[in-house]
C-alpha cells in the first residue's frame, strides 16, 4: 500500500516538484547523521539545520537537557521541514538516551572537540561504520555524559588565536568533509528503497494542504475496495 499512498499523493504536486522529490532522494542519507546537545542560539540551530540538508543529511538529532532548541524561519529557509528531527527532552539524563539509541541503529558515537584522542578531520576514516556526529554549545561545548561514553573524537585543525569554530561553521566544514568520503567510497550509504518510501511520503505530506484527510481517504477507499474483492 505505501507505494500506492506514494502514487496517490503525488496527484496533488507539480510535476516539478516530484522529479525535484525524485533527484534529491538518491542523495540522502542516513549512514552519517548530527545529534546537537543543548543548543539555545536560534540562530546557530537553524544554519546547522540548513547545513544538513545541504549535504543530504536526514536524521538530526536534538538534544534538551537546559535548553530549549528553537529555528529560526528565516535562516533555516525552509529547510527544517525536509529533515527527521528526533528531539530528546523527556529523560532524565536525555544526552544518554539519545547515545543509547544511536547506538542501538549501529552508529558510531563521535564527538567533535579537541581531545588527548582525538583525529583531525582530515584523517576521520569513514569506512568502519555509521557516524553520529555530536556537536555542543559554543561556550561550554558537550557535556562530560557525551566526553565520557563517545567511541572517537574529531578535531578540525585551527591556526590562529580563537578556540573554536562557529558551531555552524564546525558542522560545514566535517559534513563537506565526511560526505565527500564517503560518497567517493564503496559504502552503501543511500537510503533504502523503504527508507526512501517513509521520506518521500514526509515530504509530500508537508508540501500537500489537508495530506492527513487525503490520506485517510485514500486508505479508505483501498479497504474497502478489499472488502469488496474479498465477497
Known sequence: MADSLIAYLENFISDNRKELFDHIIEYR??????????????????????????????????????????????????????????????SKNNSLKAIDDLRKKGYRIVATTPHQDDTELK???????????????????????????ADEFLKIPMYGFTESYNISVS?????????????????????????????KRTWL???????DLIEKEFISNQINNQIIKSK
Not at 505530506?205 to 489537508?210: A, D, L
Open 171 to 199: 558542522a560545514a566544514l566535517i559534513l563537506h568533509t565526511l560526505t565527500e568520503k564517503m560518497r567517493a567510497s564503496v559504502i552503501e550509504w543511500q537510503l533504502t528503497e523503504e527508507e526512501k518510501i517513509e521520506v
Open 123 to 149: 584523517n576521520f576514516d569513514i569506512l568502519p561504520g555509521k557516524v553520529a556526529l555530536f556537536f555542543g554549545t559554543e561556550l561550554q561545548g558537550l557535556t562530560d555524559n557525551i566526553l565520557q561514553n
Open 29 to 90: 542519507t542516513r549512514y552519517i547523521t548530527v545529534a546537537l546537545e543543548d543548543i539555545y542560539q536560534s540562530h546557530n540551530a537553524s544554519a546547522v539545520l540548513r547545513t544538513c540538508d545541504c549535504f543530504g543529511i536526514q536524521d538530526v538529532y536534538i538534544v534538551e537537557n537546559k535548553n530549549k532548541y528553537s529555528v529560526n524561519p528565516e535562516v533555516t529557509i525552509g529547510s527544517d521541514k525536509w529533515l527527521s528531527l528526533k528531539k530528546y527532552n523527556k
Open 205 to 211: 505530506k508537508r508540501s500537500i494542504r489537508n495530506s
